[in-house]
């Protein structure tokens, strides 16, 4: 199993927090990488021994999107803990042509 951590919001401080909860709760450093479009933090632990129940608590635990949460919650056979790690849009809201790649960083 795999926890995955979505963080909206660009605060080194907010990933430094969920950073140090992570190695708490699962003993490994997780990967850290900018979301598509640079504005908040996707963190990743894999190779974890627990159930997806318990990864569920654990992603509630270290504030993970709630809106992810739910989703996986209804998401009955349907892929689960998804990070975009590349989003296209036609057009922002300024109207020019906008498209997000992720990267790995460091903290």
Same mark, same amino acid.
């Given at each position: 199993?795999?926890?995955?951590?979505?963080?909206?919001?660009? &605060?080194?401080?907010?990933?430094?927090?969920? *950073?140090?909860?992570?190695?708490?709760?699962? /003993?490994?450093? #997780?990967?850290? %990488?900018? &979301?598509?479009?640079?504005? /908040? *933090?996707?963190?990743?632990? &894999?190779?974890?021994?627990?159930? %997806?129940?318990?990864?569920?608590?654990?992603?509630?635990?270290?504030?993970?999107?709630?809106?992810?949460? *739910?989703?996986?919650?209804?998401?009955?056979?349907? #892929?689960?803990?998804?990070?975009?790690?590349?989003?296209?849009?036609?057009? &922002?809201?300024? /109207? =020019? %042509?906008?498209?997000?790649?992720? =990267?790995?960083?460091?903290?």
């Amino acid at each position: 199993m795999r926890v995955t951590i979505d963080i909206d919001r660009k &605060s080194r401080r907010r990933l430094r927090k969920v *950073y140090r909860r992570l190695i708490k709760l699962t /003993g490994k450093a #997780p990967k850290v %990488y900018l &979301s598509a479009f640079r504005k /908040g *933090y996707h963190l990743i632990v &894999s190779d974890i021994n627990i159930s %997806y129940k318990e990864s569920l608590k654990m992603r509630l635990k270290c504030g993970d999107d709630v809106k992810r949460l *739910y989703f996986d919650m209804e998401a009955d056979g349907k #892929p689960r803990q998804i990070l975009w790690s590349r989003k296209e849009i036609l057009f &922002s809201r300024s /109207g =020019e %042509y906008k498209e997000g790649v992720v =990267e790995r960083i460091r903290i």
